[in-house]
């Protein structure tokens, strides 16, 4: 954007609380704070809320949060007793500290927009990942939707590409956080290039298993497409030795050294957020920037 970046000044106290002083006055400006949700993601949204709460403090006129990554993303609902909604809770904090719009990239779930009493704009890495994807030779494509809740994902995703589709259906043993099996195909991928899409890639279990199922079905080629590379160990052990010969993920994240294997190739959504930036400043039209393909994902 050709903007320079004002310094925070984060530092960390002894016991571990941290503190935010900003250099130069914001005085009735509009502030837009960028911090994606990354390991230690309970620091990483502390670290934000004080930069908020810091910015309102100072008497910006209006405050937006943008988190690449949204931390806290996949407990969106109840599924049993006894359980937090903590996306709901991560969205209750944001309004609190002082936050007038909160802008985020490929949510786990759409839903988490109706949490929030403030304007949401929800961007979508679809445009650089297909990008990336017609660079590469993608003769005979099927677009491959991992479970049941990304198929309208893929289904964009082969519209924009003139691909097929194919489903993988999953289940997840029942009380297990990281594990999952893939069971069945539905669509046909025998000698066919597969891309599983997908919105992360945490300890990529559902990516593995069904790349397995799809070369078990008779693909040729398997490659794994999502915008957020959490990566949790043994992500890396598990994608090293898996069937899956490209994996393609956003800079949401970082991912660190160790990391970068020789299958990991990192796109950059930088000027998609600076274009939500320009716009939300602007008070121009973010959905425009997507062709409205961010607003049904």
Request: contains cysteine; charged residues 25%; hydrophobic residues 45%.
């Amino acid at each position: 954007m050709g903007v320079e970046l004002l310094e925070a000044h984060l530092r960390e106290f002894a016991n571990g609380e941290m503190h935010c002083r900003y250099a130069s006055s914001m005085r009735g400006t509009d502030v837009f704070i960028i911090q994606t949700h990354s390991r230690n993601v309970n620091d990483s949204l502390m670290e934000q809320l004080i930069m908020i709460d810091a910015a309102k403090r100072a008497s910006a006129k209006h405050i937006t949060a943008i988190c690449p990554y949204y931390g806290y993303s996949r407990q969106d609902r109840k599924s049993a007793g006894r359980e937090p909604i903590t996306a709901k809770l991560v969205a209750d904090m944001l309004q609190r500290a002082g936050a007038d719009r909160v802008v985020s990239v490929d949510l786990h779930s759409g839903q988490i927009q109706g949490f929030f009493d403030i304007p949401f704009d929800h961007l979508t890495a679809l445009p650089v990942l297909e990008a990336e994807l017609r660079r590469l030779d993608g003769d005979g494509l099927v677009v491959v939707a991992p479970d049941a809740g990304r198929v309208k994902v893929a289904e964009r995703y082969g519209q924009h590409l003139g691909a097929d589709l194919a489903v993988v259906h999953k289940r997840r043993p029942r009380g297990s956080v990281n594990e999952v099996e893939a069971l069945q195909v539905v669509g046909e991928v025998e000698g066919r290039r597969c891309v599983i899409v997908d919105d992360m890639i945490d300890t990529a279990g559902t990516i593995c298993a069904a790349a397995e199922l799809l070369v078990d079905r008779g693909a040729r080629e398997v490659w794994a497409m999502a915008t957020h590379p959490v990566l949790s160990d043994p992500a890396m052990q598990r994608l090293e030795k898996s069937v899956i010969s490209k994996v393609v993920v956003t800079n949401t994240l970082p991912i660190s050294d160790e990391k970068m294997i020789s299958k990991v190739r990192v796109v950059s959504v930088a000027k998609l957020i600076a274009d939500a930036i320009e716009a939300v400043f602007q008070d121009t039209s973010v959905s425009e920037i997507f062709g409205g393909d961010n607003l049904a994902l």
